[in-house]
């Protein structure tokens, strides 16, 4: 076993604030989610936009998937736990997400994308992360990386804890991606029940974990399966320590904030609502998806 021995000491781990449950909705040609990360905390939770989680093994809830349709402004990570989607970009980019792979898109001055699934049964299961840029790189060129599932870091905890680094570091193991401005990290961490697991966090950084298989106990509060928690940016914290109370799987997610003015319409996100004018005014003369 690649025993990790780099495993921080956390002296104080941060609390819960709240739990949130979610709200079950459909998006794309009729793709039904749940949208974890909802509008409504996209101040509290910055730099991330949104969270969806989508899970079916019914084909009638995924099959037309997301045909073309336009982002400017900011990043998509889609992370695929079970299923095919075909991703295609104006940019010329094509890719085929399977199976524990992601893909990192970054949207910038603007992309037009589909996302389509290439099963006609069985189960789709995965997440979609937006990670906002800072005003300074939302008219970067796009850019897109895809990971298959044995080419993310990963590591194990002495105590057994299985750790996807997809992006930032974890227990000193560098992820897949790494963004100065947001310093984003997102890890997917599978623990048997009885294990504990703590990560180094910035006090100032905003985190939140969602469970998606089992159980967990942070400071002593449950944490529900299909439940994130929104961990309080407590300032003698220096990180987070979470303990298994079921074998379980879950999403940490945190990022420096960017602490800028969000104009969201739709798939655009910038800072201001003449940006947003332009975004849709761009789109609507076809001059989103140029390659220039
Ligand atoms: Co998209």
């Known amino acids: ?26 998006d794309g040609a009729g793709v039904k989610l749940t949208r974890v990360l909802t509008n ?3 101040q509290r939770l910055d730099p991330f ?6 899970g079916s093994d019914n084909p009638n809830d995924y099959i037309a998937g997301f045909p073309d349709h336009p982002h400017r402004g900011f990043e998509t990570v889609t992370y695929m736990i079970a299923g095919r989607m075909l991703h295609r970009d104006s940019a010329g980019h094509e890719g085929l997400l399977e199976n524990g792979g992601v893909q990192w898109m970054t949207a910038g001055k603007g992309v037009i ?41 990963k ?19 560098s992820g897949a991606v790494t963004r100065d401005a947001t310093q ?22 905003n985190v939140f974990v969602y469970v998606y298989r089992g159980a967990l106990s942070i400071a002593g509060v449950a944490v529900p399966t299909q439940r994130m928690a929104i961990l309080n940016n407590d300032a003698q914290a220096d990180g987070l320590v979470i303990d298994a109370t079921a074998d379980a799987k879950f999403l940490l997610i945190a990022g420096k904030p960017l602490k800028e003015p969000i104009a969201q319409y739709g798939p ?10 332009q975004a849709i005014e761009d789109f609507r003369a076809g001059r989103l998806g140029e390659i220039a």
């Open 1 to 26: 076993m690649n025993t990790n021995a780099n495993a921080p000491t956390v002296k104080l781990s941060r609390t819960i604030e709240r739990l949130v449950a979610g709200q079950a909705t459909s």
């Open 40 to 42: 409504d905390l996209q």
């Open 49 to 54: 936009l949104m969270l969806d989680a989508f």
């Open 113 to 153: 994308h589909s996302e389509i699934p290439q099963q006609e049964d069985g189960v789709m299961e995965g997440f979609q992360l937006w990670l906002n840029l800072p005003g300074r790189d939302k008219m970067n060129p796009p850019w897109y990386r895809d990971f298959k599932n044995q080419d993310l870091p």
């Open 155 to 173: 590591l194990v905890t002495d105590q057994g804890v299985d750790v996807t680094i997809i992006a930032g570091s974890s227990h000193g193991v």
């Open 184 to 205: 984003a990290l997102y890890l997917d961490v599978h623990m048997p029940a009885g294990a504990r697991f703590a990560q180094s966090l910035p006090a100032d950084h």
């Open 268 to 277: 655009f996100v910038m800072n201001t609502q003449a940006e947003i004018r």
